[in-house]
């Protein structure tokens, strides 16, 4: 890490990844096939950039993955889950900052990233306001644009948007991205996916919810993607083994609204000590992973236009691709309930909600919106509202009677 957080800013920042690697180990069976996930995602987070500067960083995960591993460079995926490094921001952004925005912002002011290409998807405002002050930093920043309307005029500018982040690639690694490098890290991919959706099925009621969004997330920091896959299939297999155990008789909840990003799972931990059980986390992070839009965008020949129109990103004006998403989740899952996380300051969820609402109502099924950022002193608050969450949907599952919430 740079000299800029040496000291108590580095050692907070280690305690706090250490601190819920060690919790995840503790709600993990004792499965040797779990190891290399944990050690890639410590490795990852606690990376010396002083040894090894990456060439590309990435905010998000908005932009198409082939893109950057087409370039035959390590990538660094900044997805702004630190509640240490949303500090560092306190002198570059309002308070009232997103902790997501304050957290991406935070880590790159604070790390060597001035060798790195940073690539920036404008999913929000905040995501603009971000780029404009890594600008001014003197960083090196490509912005993608995200058309708000999904229809063919859209299509247009958004292949217009790929290629464009193709060629600042290849100009900033003075490294051309050949078509056989792009199909090449289609293929990796494809595999990626496929062991996700089938570690996905077979995980189910084996192992807690939170290990799941962990493992899930790791994708993003697999040093090599086509080792992070076999290790994937070998821990499903094993997993696989297990499952005649059965299922563990919870009640299931989806995970909705703004995205949980590694470290801070100070949501599903809260909600899995009430006794609930997260069975999918559903937002624009993770249901690329998860669905069959990621495996249908690598597998044709003309995929960019796939990739917009299968996004779910709340950028979008009209977002149908989520809702169908979402349906068609609770339908297949058999879901009791749906806790809506929204971050403050990322209202553009809370517009969501409305329309969730009125399906969720349609479907009988409750709903718990629960607002937070990435401090604590909520905790015991939000632990008191969603042990009575709990109660109803068990009430509910196991027929003692409704309640309302």
Known sequence: MSDHINGIKSVSYRKEIID????LVKGMPAYKEFVFFVKCVRGYHLADFEKGRPDLAVIGSGIPEELVLASGKRPYW???????????????????????SRSSIGYLKSCFMK????????????????????????LKVHTVHF????????????????????????????KPLTKRALQKSK??????????????????????GTCRMFILGSYYCAENLSEWSRRLECLTARLRKEKAAGKSGKSKVLLLGSPVFFPNFKVPFLIEETGVEVCLQADYTTLPLQNGGGLARIQKADSIADFFTSDAFPAYVKNDSLYEQIVKLISEKGIDGNVYHVLKGQIEYDFELGRFEKIFEGMD?????????YNYQDVEQLRIRLEAFSEVLDQRKYGKGAAAI
């Open 20 to 23: 819920t690697l060690q919790k």
């Open 115 to 138: 060798k790195a290409l940073i690539l920036v998807p404008l999913v929000n405002d905040s995501a603009r306001k971000l780029a404009y002050i890594l600008k001014s930093e003197g």
């Open 78 to 100: 900044i997805l702004g889950g630190s509640r240490v490094s949303s500090m560092w921001a306190d002198d570059a952004v309002p308070r009232d900052t997103d902790p997501v």
């Open 365 to 373: 099924i409750p709903v718990f919106r629960l607002e937070t950022d």
């Open 187 to 208: 293929e990796q991919i494809r595999r990626a996916k496929t062991s996700i959706r089938d570690f996905l099925e077979i995980s189910e009621g084996v192992i807690n």
């Open 147 to 174: 058309p708000p309307v999904k229809n063919a005029d859209s299509i247009e500018e958004w292949n217009r948007q790929y290629e464009a982040c193709r060629s600042a690639i290849a100009f900033h690694l003075k």
